[in-house]
Nanobody
Framework: QVQLVESGGGLVQAGGSLRLSCAASGRTFSSRVMGWFRQAPGKEREFVAA????????RYADSVKGRFAISRDSAKMMVLLQMNSLKPEDTAVYYC???????????????????????WGQGTQVAVSS
């Protein structure tokens, strides 16, 4: 079992930055793929980024590539999402999630669908004003 708590959301102007944190508990956290998803009002939840247990395999949605950076600190049981050059279309509730699989390889494509992730946080709101 993995418990996840997100923080760091808020209101920021377009072009600004935010850093989201996901604090985890549970003995299998360090071995799991961790992902960030987001859900804008009236839209389906969508994949943002994922990172495997070693940190050497990372995947981003095309919409955030080059602007967002995911990282993890297994010793501190944290996953971070650094968001730069924010746009109004980044406005959403952001969720941290843990994948069902442990020890995902460094070369296989990371999962980007919700059904692959079995543990979820409660979400943190990000609002970007124009």
């Amino acid at each position: 079992q993995v418990q996840l708590v997100e923080s760091g959301g808020g209101l920021v102007q377009a072009g600004g930055s935010l850093r989201l944190s996901c604090a985890a508990s549970g003995r299998t956290f360090s071995s799991r793929v961790m992902g960030w998803f987001r859900q804008a009002p009236g839209k389906e939840r969508e994949f943002v980024a994922a990172i495997n247990w070693s940190g050497r395999n990372i995947r981003y949605a095309d919409s955030v590539k080059g602007r967002f950076a995911i990282s993890r600190d297994s010793a501190k049981m944290m996953v971070l999402l650094q968001m730069n050059s924010l746009k109004p279309e980044d406005t959403a509730v952001y969720y941290c999630a843990a994948d069902r699989t442990q020890y995902w390889s460094d070369w296989h494509t990371l999962p980007d669908t919700e059904d692959e992730y079995v543990f979820w946080g409660q979400g943190t709101q990000v609002a970007v004003s124009s």
